[in-house]
Structure formats: C-alpha cells, structure tokens
C-alpha cells in the first residue's frame, strides 16, 4: 500500500529541520527499515507544509512498530518542537491522504 | 527522481473530481506511461488540497512530452475547472516541492 500524510513544520524551523534531515542517524534508518517503511521520502514546501510518502505492507502495522522503538522515541523528542498542530491529524499530527488515483 | 507536486482542487468539485479519476480514459494511462510517468499516485484531502508524487528519469521532460500529447489537450480541457489558483504554483497550477529525505 501507498501512504501520503502532511505535517506542518514551524516556517522558522525548516532550515532547521532540513538539517537535522540531512544528517539524520543511521539507526534512525534502520528503525525504519526494520519497522518496514520502504521508498519513504519527505518533501517540503519552504512554509513548512510536509508531505510524507512512502510504501508498505500494512501502514498501521509500520506506524506502531515505529511508535514503539526505543531509537524513534529519542528522535521523536528531539523533533517534537518542530510541528505545529495540524487541523484533524492525529495525536502525532500526521494527517494522512485518500490515494484517489495510482498508476504503476 | 521522485517529484511531489501540490494542487488545490475546489471544495465543492472533489468528490466529482474523484469520480473522474475513477474513470480515467485508458488512452490517458498510455500517454502518462509514454511520457515517463511512474509509480504515480494522486491523494487528496477533504478540502480539496491535492498531493501527486511520481518517479521519472527526467520530470521536465515528462512533463514537457505530457503537455504536447492530444490526449492530454483533451483530459486537462475537462480538467481545468476543478482546479483553483495556487500561490507560487506553474501556470499549470502545479507547486513543486523540495526532497528533503529518503530512504530507500
């Protein structure tokens, strides 16, 4: 299955957040690898509007292996000040997308 | 490369718009796949507010052949009434968005 979720990132932080993306730590990856998000990518619009994609077999099950791993909940505290609450997400201010459209 | 590209679909035109899509010509398929269209999702929030994403070699010249393709002419001449005006975004509407992470 395919996952598309925004967030929203402080306008003052992107610089910031772009960063600490590109240095992100490598159990970080393999969490996430692990935890089975493939071909997961993060796009930015230079306001801060997120746009997260990326595969799976089971998203649910992927978002609570994530949830649960030690090394995500350290990254995940370092990151928490960079979101602003998105209308209608969840309690980790994903708001995730209906695919309407797909061709391999 | 992967692309993410923003589009804002009016409120009141969503729901036709994804009834649309769920009837896409055929020989539209065929012209995106001619053109170098992959992996091409489109994901929409209730409010209108559209997110495509798709792999290519090279996103301008896809773009450019999918612009130029008749069949094309004849989906956006449908299309163009869905959509509203987005700041920063193409004359196509399309606002392009900046890869700041991905794992593969």
């Known amino acids: ?18 960063t600490r993306h590109a240095q992100i730590w490598p ?26 994609y990326l595969e799976a077999d089971d998203f649910e099950k992927c ?4 949830k649960n791993h030690p090394v995500n909940a350290r990254w995940q ?3 928490s000040g ?8 969840a309690d980790d201010n994903m708001f995730p997308l209906d695919e309407v459209f797909h061709l391999d």
């Open 77 to 79: 505290a370092e990151m």
């Open 1 to 18: 299955m395919r996952v598309c979720f925004l967030l929203k990132v402080s306008p003052e932080k992107v610089k910031e957040y772009k």
């Open 63 to 66: 978002r609570a292996a994530m």
């Open 27 to 52: 159990e970080m990856l393999d969490a996430l690898s692990q935890s089975g998000w493939r071909n997961y990518s993060i796009f930015l619009r230079p306001d801060g509007l997120l746009v997260g």
């Open 82 to 89: 960079f979101f602003e609450p998105m209308p209608g997400g």
